[in-house]
Structure formats: C-alpha cells, structure tokens
Antibody, heavy 121, light 108 residues
Framework: QVQLVQSGAEVKKPGSSVKVSCKSSGGTFSSYVISWVRQAPGQGIEWMGG????????NYAQKFQGRVTITTDGSTDTAYMELSSLTSEDTAVYYC??????????????WGQGTLVTVSS | DIQMTQSPSSLSASVGDRVTITCRAS??????LNWYQQKPGKAPKLLIF???SLQSGVPSRFSGSGSGTDFTLTISSLQPEDFATYYC??????????FGPGTKVDIK
C-alpha cells in the first residue's frame, strides 16, 4: 500500500522560506508524478507544481513561478517543496499527492496527510 | 487556465436522499474530470476518475457522468459518512490542473 508521509507543521516569519518533505513508501516512487497542492483556511484547493522523479524536471503554476522549488531525493524516495518570500497569504495546509494515469487521464490517487504552514510575525 | 465551477456551493440533505452535484468547465475537457471527497482536517480522497470510473474501494452509491463541459456527481442514497465537501478537478490541461471551488454537503 502506497503511503505519503509529510513533515510536521511549521511557523514562519514573513519573508522567510519553508521546505516541506513528502516521503513515499510501498510503491514505485520514481515513475509517478508527485504534485504539491495547497489549501488556505476554509478555501479551495490550488495546484502549485509537480515533478517526475525519474526525470527530475518540475512544472510550476504560473502563480508560484520563481517562488517555489520542487525537488526529489531518489535515495530516500522523498519529494520536497520549498516556498520562499512567504507572506500571510501563504498560510495554508500543503499536500503532496501521487498522480496516476488511466486511459490518458491524470488523477491524484494517494495523498499525504498535509502540513500546516503558518506565516506570522 | 481552465476555470471550473460547481453548483450548488452547499446543500443540506438527509440520510437516504439522492444528491447531485454539478461541475462545469470553461472549455471542453472531454472526460478529463475527477471527483474528490474531503472531510474536515483530512486530505481529499479520490472517488471518480475519467468522469465516470469508480475508484477502487469507493462505494457504488457514488457515480459520475458527463463529458465536454458539464459533469455530475451523484450519491444515490446519502449515508452519514458522506457529509463532506466535494471537489471536481480537471486534468485536461495537465500538468496545469485546476479544481472546482467545492460543494459542501451537510445534514438537514
């Protein structure tokens, strides 16, 4: 059974950066896209970007270009999402999710438990 | 970006009710549409992929239909554990996927 386990909650100052990890177990880590999405309190779900570990190339949402970096470490089957220049609007729960494909349709079949990032002075 | 809308934004229903949620895309997305259920404090859970395919382990009271721009999620007989928020998500423009704003289903 695939499991994605994320790092713990973070409290950050405005202007700083945060790095969240997502460790995969029980599946073939390198072959699937790992995406990051976020959900601000009481709000909807927003895609930030994704990476295919076997290729190491990431795609980012226009909104986060230049501010987000998604990487992987194949030796530990772990994905990372680093977000810089934090503001209070970045306060949210951040999720990693595995992207599967069936008949050409991509969907998120496994999710991490979420990491709350609070940005406050 | 492809914009997704959902209606209603919230609804109240009773156990045993038939519930239908609608999702509309700003352009045709063929059948590149998925549905998720989210309970408070939990990650979303995949219910339906490719518009109408039931994810393994999901009860058969959940069903999805539609193609192009208009889609529906139907719960045939609402159960107590189904009170949650439901999101549609398009993957036509992968990797730039987008989610709908959600529909909250609560107890009447």
């Amino acid at each position: 059974q695939v499991q994605l386990v994320q790092s713990g909650a973070e409290v950050k100052k405005p202007g700083s950066s945060v790095k969240v990890s997502c460790k995969s177990s029980g599946g073939t880590f390198s072959s699937y896209v790992i995406s990051w999405v976020r959900q601000a309190p009481g709000q909807g779900i927003e895609w930030m970007g994704g990476i295919i570990p076997v290729f190491g190339t990431a795609n980012y949402a226009q909104k986060f270009q230049g501010r987000v970096t998604i990487t992987t470490d194949g030796s530990t089957d772990t994905a990372y999402m680093e977000l810089s220049s934090l503001t209070s609007e970045d306060t949210a729960v951040y999720y990693c999710a595995r992207e599967a494909v069936t008949r050409g349709v991509n969907y998120f079949d496994y999710w991490g438990q979420g990491t709350l990032v609070t940005v406050s002075s | 970006d492809i914009q997704m809308t959902q209606s209603p934004s919230s609804l109240s229903a009773s156990v045993g009710d038939r519930v239908t949620i609608t999702c509309r895309a700003s352009q045709s997305i063929n059948s590149y549409l998925n549905w998720y259920q989210q309970k408070p404090g939990k990650a979303p859970k995949l219910l339906i992929f490719a518009a109408s395919s039931l994810q393994s382990g999901v009860p058969s009271r959940f069903s999805g239909s539609g193609s192009g721009t208009d889609f529906t999620l139907t719960i045939s007989s609402l159960q107590p554990e189904d009170f949650a928020t439901y999101y549609c998500q398009q993957s036509y423009s992968t990797p730039r996927i987008t989610f709908g704003p959600g529909t909250k289903v609560d107890i009447k």
